[in-house]
């Protein structure tokens, strides 16, 4: 039987929360959809906004996570994983299995994606580059 007493129901409107700075990136906007609020740590769940063009990209690393999915909403994005390419359009999820090296390096300016992570404080580690990144597309 489900344990009701470990989170809480949650209801989150659009205008309930904002686009923030301040996250994980600072070139993405995050607004807070109370899931972390609401199961006490367990899992964060929020969308992610483009907020300039790509330069530099993530990086390479991974997150110390249990479970991670991001599903496109709007535009898209490109992302290593590993040593494969892999275009992120809207419409498509995306399970990034616990511990694989990746990389998000270019994505559209309209690129807004819902990423839910267990648990809420996951970390993200850098790591050394796996193989060559192609260059960004440049925004007009």
Not at 22 to 31: N, T
Not at 38 to 56: D, F, Q, S
Not at 90 to 105: M, N, S, T, W
């Amino acid at each position: 039987m489900l344990d009701r007493t470990t989170t809480k129901f949650s209801h989150v409107k659009p205008g309930d929360t904002d686009f923030v700075s301040g996250g994980l990136r600072d070139f993405f906007l995050y607004r807070d959809l109370g899931i972390a609020a609401a199961t006490n740590g367990k899992v964060i769940a929020h969308l992610v906004r483009a907020n300039m063009a790509p330069e530099t990209g993530t990086g390479w690393h991974y997150h110390e996570a249990d479970f991670q999915i991001v599903i496109m909403t709007r535009g898209w994005a490109r992302f290593m994983y590993e040593d494969k390419e892999t275009l992120v359009q809207a419409g498509d999820c995306v399970h990034q299995r616990p511990g694989i090296r990746h990389f998000l390096f270019d994505y559209s300016p309209d690129m807004e994606y819902l990423e839910i992570v267990g648990p809420a404080d996951f970390k993200s580690i850098d790591v050394a580059p796996v193989c060559a990144v192609p260059a960004p597309t440049p925004w007009k």
